[in-house]
Nanobody, 125 residues
Framework: QVQLVESGGGLVQAGGSLRLACTAS????????VGWFRQAPGKEREFVAG???????YYADSVKGRFAISRDNAKNTVYLQMNSLKPEDTSVYYC???????????????????WGQGTQVTVSS
């Protein structure tokens, strides 16, 4: 079993930066791939970034070049560095963990078994 807790959300002006963190409990965490998703009101949850167990990273086209996913297994923490933020990045951001890569899709919510509670990111224009 893995529990995930996100932090680092908040209000930022357009062009600014935020770093989200997702801290996990559970010994198996380091063997899982991790992902960040976001969901705005009235919209479906969408993929933002993923990092599979073997180390490959994946990004949605809308954030490529602006966001970066990384992990520190010693701290059981996954990060999402968000730069050059835009108002359309406003959303609740969720981290997720699961055996993605290979058979399980990195960019789909169904690939993940564990989810955090979400953290709000608001970008003002």
């Amino acid at each position: 079993q893995v529990q995930l807790v996100e932090s680092g959300g908040g209000l930022v002006q357009a062009g600014g930066s935020l770093r989200l963190a997702c801290t996990a409990s559970g010994r198996a965490f380091s063997t899982y791939g991790v992902g960040w998703f976001r969901q705005a009101p009235g919209k479906e949850r969408e993929f933002v970034a993923g990092l599979i167990w073997a180390g490959g990273t994946y990004y949605a086209d809308s954030v490529k070049g602006r966001f970066a996913i990384s992990r520190d297994n010693a701290k059981n923490t996954v990060y999402l560095q968000m730069n050059s933020l835009k108002p359309e990045d406003t959303s609740v951001y969720y981290c997720a963990a699961g055996p993605v890569g290979g058979v399980r899709p990195v960019a789909r919510p169904g690939g993940y078994d564990y989810w955090g509670q979400g953290t709000q990111v608001t970008v003002s224009s």
